[in-house]
């Protein structure tokens, strides 16, 4: 796996910097974050934004730093994964930041990122519901610590949001994420005929 901190994005795409710049800002600004660093991890379907925060207080949540960061600064990239720290070194070199984040924050599983506009609306939807820093399309619900009344919240919300009436047992029974965003794929296609 590579990293790649906003330092070395100077070289490649200044314009990498600035956006990494303003990210770590509006991060900054949000009441329960004392300070902030973004850098990308990954190569080609495995890339993937990341945030370490360092909380102001021990009961932050990334779900409420999502959708504050989604209604206070719409226009700014939400990281993909957002890890907690207490401490940020920003001296630190893009092989310690590696070392750090393998050590205290890699998944076991793979992550493969979302291939629709359905699985990119379930990586948001479960990042609101679960505690989970990551989320990958072949992510299952309950192993992220998903349960039967989140599943009853992700069921209002996709009816509500994508207007697709989906049983509640298939949703109880469809748990991997790609699974599911095939599933409402199909509904949706069913009702158009």
Same mark, same amino acid.
Request: aromatic fraction near 8%; glycine fraction near 4%.
């Given at each position: ?5 906003? =330092?070395?994005?100077? *070289?490649?795409?200044?314009?990498? =910097?600035? &956006? ?12 329960? #974050? ?7 991890? /990954? ?10 925060? *360092?909380?102001?207080? &021990? /009961?932050? +949540? @990334?779900?409420? @730093? ?6 206070? +600064?719409?226009? @700014?990239? !939400?990281?993909?994964? @957002?890890? !907690? ?9 893009? $092989? ?6 393998? =050590? ?31 989320? %990958? ?7 992220? $610590? /998903? ?15 994508? $207007? #697709? ?10 748990? =991997?994420? %790609? ?7 199909? !509904?949706?296609?069913? &009702?158009?005929?």
């Amino acid at each position: 796996m590579n990293i790649v901190d906003y =330092k070395n994005e100077i *070289v490649i795409d200044k314009g990498k =910097k600035i &956006e990494y710049q303003n990210i770590e800002f509006e991060l900054k600004c949000l009441h329960d #974050v004392e300070d902030a660093q973004v850098f990308r991890i /990954g190569q080609n379907l495995t890339e993937r934004l990341v945030a370490l925060l *360092v909380p102001e207080n &021990e /009961g932050i +949540s @990334i779900s409420n @730093i999502r959708r504050n960061l989604r209604e206070k +600064s719409p226009h @700014i990239v !939400i990281p993909e994964e @957002i890890n !907690i720290v207490y401490h940020i070194d920003k001296n630190r070199t893009d $092989g310690e930041l590696l070392e750090i984040y393998n =050590k205290l924050f890699k998944h076991q599983s793979n992550y493969t990122r979302p291939q629709n506009p359905v699985e990119d609306y379930l990586v948001k939807l479960w990042g609101e519901l679960i505690p989970a820093t990551r989320i %990958s399309r072949d992510d299952d619900f309950y192993t992220l $610590g /998903g349960h039967s009344l989140l599943v009853a919240k992700m069921h209002f919300s996709i009816e509500r949001d994508m $207007g #697709v009436g989906i049983d509640f047992e298939v949703m109880l029974k469809t748990s =991997k994420l %790609s699974e599911l965003a095939n599933s409402i794929l199909t !509904i949706k296609r069913e &009702e158009i005929l």
